[in-house]
């Protein structure tokens, strides 16, 4: 069975860090792009990161730019999201994305028709 599994979630105080994990079962993720959302209670999905086919370029909203990175590892079927002083705000559950279709370094991948979804993973950022 082809699925996404987001790993990694947590709670964690505020400047703290998390790395979390999408990992493919059934196919390898070395041919989609691959962007992270996450949903905080009682607000809409939201983009937070993307990595293309191409090059490996990524895409980081500004609200986590320079806090958060996103990688593909070595093994070809999974990508991270390294996040780095997570605030309050960060809080909520995340979630990743595949698409295998064409695109432009992550242009506008916050309204792509992914192929897969995650089921999510919460972060919860407090004190």
């Known amino acids: 069975q082809e699925q996404l599994v987001e790993s990694g979630g947590g709670l964690v105080q505020p400047g703290g860090s998390l790395r979390l994990s999408c990992a493919a079962s059934?196919?390898?993720?070395?041919?989609?792009?691959i962007g992270w959302f996450r949903q905080a209670p009682g607000k809409d999905r939201e983009g937070v990161s993307c990595?293309?086919?191409?090059?490996?370029?990524?895409y980081p909203e500004d609200s986590v730019r320079g806090r958060f990175t996103i990688s593909r590892g070595v093994a070809k079927n999974v990508v991270y999201l390294q996040m780095n002083s997570l605030k309050p705000e960060d809080t909520a559950v995340y979630y990743c994305a595949a698409f295998g279709g064409w695109e432009s370094y992550c242009s506008g991948y916050a309204g792509w028709d992914y192929d897969y979804w995650g089921q999510g993973t919460q972060v919860t950022v407090s004190s």
């Open positions: 059934g196919f390898t993720l070395e041919h989609y792009a």
């Open positions: 990595i293309s086919t191409r090059d490996d370029t990524t």
